[in-house]
């Protein structure tokens, strides 16, 4: 792996995905530490409407934690645990009773 710094601004505009493939949203912002130095998570705009549907129809982002970071490259991967907030369908409902 390259251990070559790279600027943190770097990471704005990438398109973020959790390790199954599933779309997240786009980085628009970071959120630092600044007594760490380092970056804390990150500000994601532009979401996939499917997991975080309210957010995504008011405009409104959220902030995923760094610590969730598995791979940042041309895209950035995170950790599944994103596709857990969303709710299950009526059809998936249906199915399981």
Request: charged content about 30%.
């Amino acid at each position: 792996m390259d251990d070559t710094p790279q600027e943190i601004t770097s990471l704005v505009g990438r398109e973020v995905y959790s390790n199954n493939g599933v779309f997240v949203g786009e980085v628009e912002d970071l959120r630092l530490n600044i007594d760490g130095e380092a970056v804390s998570g990150l500000a994601l705009a532009n979401l996939n409407s499917e997991l975080f549907a309210e957010e995504a129809r008011t405009g409104q982002g959220i902030i995923v934690p760094y610590r969730w970071v598995r791979s940042v490259g041309d895209i950035i991967l995170i950790n599944d645990v994103v596709e857990r907030v969303r709710e299950p369908d009526e059809e998936e409902d249906e199915l399981l009773a």
